[in-house]
């Protein structure tokens, strides 16, 4: 199968979101969670890892500097 499991990170504190998702869908600055069962979280940040060996996604809430802020 090729469910994932999300992880959130806030200041580098990595945080279990949601397993078993087989649905990630953009929708402005978040992001929409869909799971096997159809449950639906909507969690905001950027992506910034996914791995598809390991099956995760991994997700920051923590802001990037872009090239116009520094």
Not at 18 to 42: F, I, R, S, T, W
Not at 62 to 67: L, R, S, Y
């Amino acid at each position: 199968m090729c469910e994932t499991t999300v992880y959130l990170s806030d200041d580098g504190e990595a945080q279990k979101v949601m397993e078993d998702v087989v649905l990630v869908q953009p929708e402005d600055d978040a992001y929409l969670l869909v799971n096997l069962l159809g449950e639906q979280k909507l969690v905001q940040g950027h992506i910034v890892k996914i791995d598809f060996l390991k099956h995760t996604l991994h997700l920051s809430r923590a802001q990037e500097p872009t090239a116009d802020q520094g």
